[in-house]
């Protein structure tokens, strides 16, 4: 009687699980936001450019070109080359290829 009652109680389990499963919507099925309002720029071609000129993008986190670049190194490659193998040398591991 005991293992009737087993098999019985995992059947309505399985069964009730589907039902819950079938509640969700399938992969692709979710909501498409396609209400969203649509606005038309009212700004002609020329203006955006104007814009854009006198306000340009960051560039590497600076604000201008300019301030890039006064960032630039001194050093020779020669110098970077040798810091990097007393840095290998030292325990530093530089990080490249697919796993870095």
Request: net charge neutral; no cysteine; charged share 20%.
């Amino acid at each position: 009687m005991q293992v009737k009652t087993i098999a019985l109680a995992s059947l309505f389990s399985v069964v009730l699980a589907g039902n819950a499963f079938a509640a969700q919507p399938a992969s692709g099925e979710g909501p498409l936001f396609l209400n969203e309002a649509q606005a038309v720029s009212t700004l002609s071609r020329e203006a955006v450019r104007q814009e854009a000129i006198a306000n340009p993008p960051l560039v590497n986190g600076y604000d201008s070109v300019s301030d890039a670049k006064s960032v630039r190194s001194t050093a020779t490659r020669a110098e970077v080359r040798e810091s990097t193998r007393d840095a290998i040398a030292h325990g530093f591991r530089v990080k490249s290829g697919e796993m870095a």
